[in-house]
């Protein structure tokens, strides 16, 4: 666990793909090379823009999965989280509470 913050921190976090990445290795357990190459060919990137801010930025706004700066238009907070869950094929707990209570089954953003 310590290792792997460390080093997705080394990855900018949300500036970059170091959550995502470090969601897969956290959930499932893979180790960060095999995370990574996950996130690229979900996303649709080289492993090597995984790292990248401006190429991240730019994925992230077009996938609507949450950037750093407040962007009008841009899904935060849960709505980010239920994206990244389908987008990754991901088990969130906070994704998953919030269908449960509110009764519903897949999520469709506003």
Known sequence: MHAAHAVVSGMGGIRTAGDLVARLQLNRGM???????YVAEKLGVSVADLGDTVVMNEVREDLDIGVVN???GVAKG???KFKIAELLDLEINCV???KKRVGIETYKSF
């Open 31 to 37: 180790r960060i090379d095999a995370a990574k190459a």
């Open 70 to 72: 407040e962007t009008p």
């Open 78 to 80: 849960i709505d980010a």
């Open 96 to 98: 998953n509470m919030f």
